[in-house]
């Protein structure tokens, strides 16, 4: 018989999110007539706006036409390669750098082949699960030691560091996956911190892997949205992102790698080119009609649209965390990012989240989810109708007392 691959043996059971939905679901029966309202997962909710929709629904007419239909793309549309290197770069990469993709986590997830397993790992602490996860199921990290996975290097960020890891502690020759926004504090690295990154990961041959997925959220113009706005990025970092969060894409599937030419392994040899190798080999590119919305996205108005959108979402966030605020508890996020991330000291993450949803109906994400640190905090979520935040902001008042 085929043995299991013991990558999977050594994952926990159950990704956060079908937990958190197992939970609700359990609730749910228990109370038929609850009207529960999540501020879990950060699934977008609103629809996708004229002029990116046209965009989509205009892709999708083509493909009936014999002069419109177009099969496998590859790497991608070659201009909507361009428009993403002109819109979010400057225009400072070339298309060959600029890898579309089926979304965010999905290149998360392929970009562990580039390393394999036995790669040193490093994340923030707490931080999106996909990074440990992932590196877990391609063998770069081991079981789990009752506080975390063996072989990944955890840095916390914490309210006494101001969000930002100790980069004494950033491991020699390893990938680190950074994300600012952060999913789950909403921290924004800084110029000066992201300066610090990556003379640190030149310094320690390690390799970035920033994820910029709601690099739209940021509204403070003196905040980086990309890593490559730092001199020398190119040589140790690669960038993901994401229409997801800023488009409303989180079903139409639509995401992009950076990979620089420059970035080369500890042998001289090409990154990006065993990026492209792998991408051309167990991938067949993102769906043309997803990328027909993405070119309308890039567009003057599709750039307003996606500001539009992101502009509703901050302004939920800024309701949850002046409901957050108004019941005495310390919380972060929500300005430059869709989550609030609010702090219960000593409590334990998974009885808050049992709590709120329990007096409230309303479902959070238990902070303990993303990491050791997480511990003792919860994650609200701003991707909801304005509604249905403003109903949850009202029920949080139960947690008074
Ligand atoms: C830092 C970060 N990077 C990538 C993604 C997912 O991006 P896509 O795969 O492009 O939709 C996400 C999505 N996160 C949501 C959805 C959950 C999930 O993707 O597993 C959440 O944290 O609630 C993310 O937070």
């Given at each position: ?13 159950g990704?956060?999110f079908p937990e958190i939905a197992k939970r609700r679901r359990e609730f749910a029966a228990a109370h038929p007539e609850a009207k529960i309202i999540s501020l879990g997962v950060?699934n977008?909710t ?304 998974w009885e808050v989240f049992a709590e709120i949803l329990e007096k409230c109906q309303v479902v959070t994400t238990p ?11 919860i994650?609200f979520s701003?991707f909801g109708h304005?509604a249905d935040i403003e109903e949850a902001c009202r029920r949080l008042a139960r947690l008074?007392?």
């Amino acid at each position: 018989m085929i043995k299991r691959n013991k990558c999977i043996a050594n994952i926990k059971a159950g990704y956060l999110f079908p937990e958190i939905a197992k939970r609700r679901r359990e609730f749910a029966a228990a109370h038929p007539e609850a009207k529960i309202i999540s501020l879990g997962v950060g699934n977008t909710t609103e629809p996708i706006l004229p002029h990116i929709d046209k965009g989509l629904t205009e892709g999708a007419k083509r493909l009936g036409t014999v002069e419109g239909y177009l099969g496998y793309t590859d790497e991608g549309f070659l201009e909507l390669r361009e428009r993403i290197s002109k819109v979010f770069y400057q225009g400072k990469f070339a298309p060959d750098e600029v890898f579309i993709s089926d979304g965010a986590k999905c290149d998360i997830g392929r970009l562990q082949l580039l390393f394999g397993a036995g790669t040193k790992v490093a994340v923030q602490d707490p931080s999106y699960p996909v990074y440990v996860d992932g590196s877990v199921l391609i063998g770069a990290a081991n079981g789990w030691t009752g506080t975390g996975y063996e072989g990944i290097a955890y840095l916390p960020c914490t309210a006494e560091n101001n969000y930002f890891p100790d980069l004494s502690k950033l491991p020699s020759d390893s990938i680190f996956y950074f994300c600012s926004p952060n999913n789950p504090t909403g921290a924004v690295a800084n110029r000066v911190q992201l300066t610090e990154l990556v003379k640190a990961a030149k310094e320690k041959g390690t390799v970035i892997i920033f994820d910029a997925a709601y690099a739209e959220y940021v509204r403070d113009p003196n905040l980086p949205k990309s890593i490559f706005e730092i001199e020398g990025a190119r040589e140790c970092a690669i960038e993901v992102n994401s229409f997801s969060k800023p488009a409303g894409f989180t079903g139409v599937r639509l995401g992009w790698t950076i990979v620089p030419k420059e970035l080369k392994y500890a042998g001289g040899e090409s990154v990006n080119a065993d990026w492209a190798r792998i991408c051309g080999t167990i991938f067949n590119g993102a769906s043309n009609i997803a990328q027909w919305g993405a070119l309308a996205a890039l567009d003057d108005e599709g750039v307003k649209e996606m500001k539009e959108l992101c502009d509703f979402y901050l302004g939920s966030a800024k309701l949850i965390r002046e409901a957050v605020q108004s019941l005495g508890i310390a919380c972060v996020g929500g300005d430059n990012s869709p989550y609030i991330w609010a702090r219960f000291p000593g409590r334990d993450s998974w009885e808050v989240f049992a709590e709120i949803l329990e007096k409230c109906q309303v479902v959070t994400t238990p902070g303990s989810g993303f990491g050791p640190a997480g511990q003792s905090f919860i994650r609200f979520s701003a991707f909801g109708h304005r509604a249905d935040i403003e109903e949850a902001c009202r029920r949080l008042a139960r947690l008074k007392g």
